[in-house]
């Protein structure tokens, strides 16, 4: 994609996402929060699909109109949007359950695949005010609240004690296997695409996800950590995660600098 371009939707999906999120940051601050159970059994609120119509409508207003895939939007068939060489992939929520809980860590992301690559994202987390993106053509960037823009990058090498990020919503006896092969490490618990970030800006070296995640739970993420000199790679290989494939749940994965993450995993 021409390096003007996308420079230029850096800034206009920026404000998508922030609008997005002053949808949902109404509703969360509400007294109550309605709550439905989809088929798959994950949980959906009002929230969500706010923020979904919100996005919809506004990317669909962009000087370059590309197909949009969203986790609440209706299903699309492989069929059609196998053809797609550039498209939207956006989770208007991600972290519902951290939302319902109302711990903060919750994230709206809005990425641009092309060729089933993340090659830009945008990751807001309006309840702490911290927004990350990046794209391949212009590095990695953050904003936390009134502080100043920061160039982010991916940790160079592992100190003494590996900081490793995981879920609050999904341990598992696998995480712990994984964990043996470190002498010494920290575990940074944390909800939504927030994980991902965290490894983009080298406030942990590592994210191994050892469970289930789709594609718009990762692809924005994916995007800011590529940017910033990461990657993800399928848990146990050196394959690159691809998106935009005939079955949209990811693989399992770890997230870092490639040089330190591409041997881990090969002991389980």
């Known amino acids: 994609m021409d390096t003007q371009l996308l420079h230029d939707l850096s800034r206009l999906v920026v404000e998508i996402a922030q609008k997005a999120s002053e949808s949902i940051m109404d509703v969360y601050l509400s007294e109550t929060v309605a709550i439905r159970v989809k088929k798959d059994g994950s949980p959906v609120t009002e929230a969500d699909i706010n923020s979904h119509k919100i996005i919809i409508q506004e990317l669909k207003k962009l000087p370059s109109r590309f197909p949009i895939l969203s986790e609440e939007g209706h299903q699309i068939t492989y069929k059609e949007r196998k053809e797609w060489e550039i498209f939207w992939l956006v989770d208007p929520l991600d972290g519902t359950k951290d939302f319902i809980k109302k711990n903060g860590e919750f994230t709206v992301n ?31 960037w953050k904003k936390e609240a009134n502080n100043k823009v920061q160039a982010v990058s991916v940790a160079a090498k592992l100190d003494n004690t590996v900081k490793i990020a995981a879920s609050r919503s999904h341990p598992s006896d696998k995480m712990n296997t994984f964990l043996e092969q470190f002498k010494k490490y ?81 002991c389980i």
């Not at 060729?115 to 590095?139: I, N």
């Not at 590592?206 to 994916?222: S, V």
Request: with cysteine.
């Open 186 to 266: 920290k575990i940074y618990s944390m909800g939504s695409s927030l994980k991902i970030c965290r490894v983009s800006d080298g406030s942990v070296h590592l994210y191994p996800r050892l469970g289930p995640t789709m594609e718009w739970d990762t692809a924005a993420a994916h995007a800011v950590l590529k940017s910033a000199g990461g990657e993800m790679i399928k848990y146990g290989t050196g394959s690159f995660l691809r998106y935009n494939k005939q079955e949209l749940l990811n693989p399992e994965f770890i997230a870092g600098n490639l040089s330190i993450i591409s041997g881990l995993g090969t």
């Open 110 to 140: 809005i990425a641009l695949v092309e060729d089933q690559t993340p090659v830009f994202g945008v990751v807001y987390a309006p309840a702490v005010e911290l927004l990350f993106w990046g794209s391949l053509k212009d590095g990695a």
